[in-house]
């Protein structure tokens, strides 16, 4: 028979009673570490592009064939008249390295949006035939009707948005899914190239070479009333898709775990497919079809963030960055001045190449 201690003496703990709590706790302990380290590492990497995109803006304003000092910049940019500066600063460079940074920025955000949401880094609006569908627009517009400026602009966005809209009712069956959905949006962009190539077949010699000059992705002639619609549909959009970043981040599990969690994949897919394909659409209708922007900030920001955290703002990030860096190459680097995106094109089709391998090998994701 077990006598029991007297009143007030410690029970002693039976031997190995504390080691799972201790265990647990330096589990507890090690998880928060390590959510820690991520959360500084995004804070970081968000600083980092945060502070290269102000750079490479600044430089985009300062230097060209004619090098103005930050003040002169700096007083065009608070409405001062100053000689030179104010036509060349404040008519030229000032609304281009805007508009890179606003396209940049929604060719970054919707590119990850359907990167993550699809879980497929092939899955990029350019790739799956939404950027095509502007493009085809665009050609029709000025080569079929002989249209210019704010028209062409109207029949990218609208063209943009009814491809998307089909090729996700073409790839609905009880839901979508993420693969149907690339395959389906492949063959599209198959047709609507050939339909782009056709119309450029036809084209008298100055219609082709506006054609062409569009279709290539370019911020030449960049004026402030292409940002204005481009800056607006960032305003909206942007925080739509900013405000489904925890929906998101469960769809990146699967569908069937998202919806244990709560979150409503349908409602979901199509706020961030809606809200995405009109940031490419106005971005496409104000620059044309920047290559692969869209395409490489969202790997590139997941490589500097780590897993984890959202990718939005930080492809976003990088994909002003892409922009304005390839913009100002194409102008100054070289003997003669290329469009934004030829450069960023040549920076592109190599890591396509390279990711369909990788994929075809053994999958892979954001």
Known sequence: MTV???????????????????????TLQAVVRARRRRRMRSRAVLGVLTALVLAVFALSLMAGHTFYRPADVLGVILGQDVPGASFTVGRLRLPRAVLAVLTGACFGLAG????????????SPDIIGISAGASAAAAFAIIGLSLGGAAVSVFAITAGLAV????????????????????????????????????????????M??????????????????????????AVFGPALLSQTRNLAATRLGDDTAAA??????????????????????????????????FLAGPIAARLVGPGPSLLVPAALVGAL?????????????????????????????????????????????
Not at 211 to 232: C, D, H, Y
Not at 330 to 335: D, E, L, S
Not at 354 to 363: C, F, H, S, W
Request: hydrophobic share 60%.
């Open 4 to 26: 029991p201690p007297p009143a007030g003496v410690p029970v002693p703990a039976a031997p190995g009673a504390a080691e799972p709590e201790a265990a647990e706790s330096a």
């Open 112 to 123: 990850v949006a359907f990167q993550t949401m699809l879980r497929n880094p092939l899955a």
């Open 164 to 207: 998307a809209l089909a090729i996700y009712a073409l790839s609905w069956k009880s839901g979508v899914a993420g693969t149907r959905l690339i395959l389906i949006g492949i063959g599209v962009a198959a047709m609507l190239d050939s339909f782009t190539a056709y119309m450029l077949s036809q084209a008298p010699d100055w219609e």
């Open 209 to 234: 070479q506006e054609a062409m000059r569009w279709l290539t992705g370019s911020l030449n002639g960049a004026a402030w009333a292409q940002v204005v619609p481009v800056l607006a549909a960032l």
């Open 261 to 294: 969690l709560g979150v409503r994949v349908d409602r979901t897919r199509l706020v961030v497919i809606v809200a995405a394909v009109a940031l490419i659409s106005f971005a496409t209708a104000a620059a044309g079809p920047i290559a692969f922007v869209a």
């Open 322 to 366: 892409l922009v304005l860096a390839a913009d100002f190459l194409g102008q100054y680097a070289f003997g003669t001045r290329y469009p934004v995106g030829i450069i960023t094109g040549v920076l592109g089709a190599p890591y396509l190449v390279y990711l369909i391998v990788r994929v075809n090998r053994a999958g892979a994701s954001l």
